[in-house]
């Protein structure tokens, strides 16, 4: 699967999914960052968050801003 990275707008090959874009009328989409984007922001992997996060963007606690 390839997709667009939110933060560098290029197409990755290895996408990171790292949350649930919210809508008030449509059910959504999930926002993919490439890997080096995400390491470099501290974002965590959506796949690693903790229940009941409701999808919205974590950071890792070393990159926590």
């Given at each position: ?39 470099l922001l ?24």
């Amino acid at each position: 699967m390839t997709a667009i990275c939110r933060e560098c707008d290029r197409d990755t090959a290895d996408p990171v999914a790292v949350a649930l874009e919210h809508a008030a009328s449509a059910g959504g989409r999930v926002v993919y960052l490439c890997p080096p984007c995400r390491r470099l922001l501290g974002i965590m992997p959506l796949s690693e968050h903790p229940e009941g996060s409701h999808g919205f963007v974590r950071y890792v606690r070393e990159h926590a801003p």
